[in-house]
C-alpha cells in the first residue's frame, strides 16, 4: 500500500529565506506526483505536476524534483513570502484514479 | 470556466440523518473523484467515478453513496450520517486518467452531533 510522508510537520521562517520541503513514498510506480497548497478553511491549489518520465518542474518562484527510484520529492521555494504561508500537499498518483496524499506541511514565513 | 464547484459550503446534521453533497464541473472532465480530510490523516479517497454511469470505491467508502448521471455532477450521498463522518469533503476532477492534473473543488465542512 503506497504511504506518503511528509518532513517537516511544520516550519517556521524569516521572510527572504530559500527553502525545502520533502515528500518521500514507499512506491515507485507511479504516474505522477503533484505539489498543492492549501490555505486554512480553503481547497487546494495545485502548484507543479511532476510525470513519472520528468526529473522536475518549476513554476516562478518554485521548483519541484523528483527522483522516482528513491522515493523522494522536493519542493523549493525561493526567496519566500509572507503570502507563501500556507499547509503544502504532496500526492502521488498510482493506478488509475487513486492519489494518495501526505498529510502537509504547514509553512510560516514570518515578516 | 467556474472549475469544480462544491455545495453547501457548510452543514451540521443530526446522527442518523442523510444528506447530499453536491460537486460539478465545466470542464468537460471525464474523471471525478471525492476526497475527505481528516486532522493529521490527509485526504483519503472515498469515490471515484471515470465516466457517466460508472463509479468504484476507494479507500474508505463505507457510509457513503455515488452515482453518476451526467458528465457533468458528481454527487455524494451520506445515508445515515454517523459522528465518525465529521470531516472537510473535497470534489477532484480530472481531464483524463493516471498522468493528468486533479483540480480541486472549495470544499464541504460536515459536522455530524
Redesign the interface.
Known sequence: KQE?TQIPAALSVPEGENLVLNCSFTDSAI??L?W?RQDP??????LL?I??SQREQTSGRLNASLDKSSGRSTLYIAASQPGDSATY?C?V?GG????V????TRLLVSP | NAGVTQTPKFQVLKTGQSMTLQCAQDMNHEYMSWYRQDPGMGLRLIHYSVGAGITDQGEVPNGYNVSRSTTEDFPLRLLSAAPSQTSVYFCASSPGPSSYEQYFGPGTRLTVT
Not at chain 1, 488509475?96 to 492519489?99: D, E, G, I, P, T
Not at chain 1, 496524499?101 to 502537509?104: A, D, E, N, R, S
Open positions: 506518503v504516474y505522477n503533484q498543492f478553511g480553503k481547497g487546494l491549489t495545485s505536476l510525470q513519472s500537499l500526492a498518483k488509475f484514479q487513486k492519489l496524499f501526505g498529510t502537509g
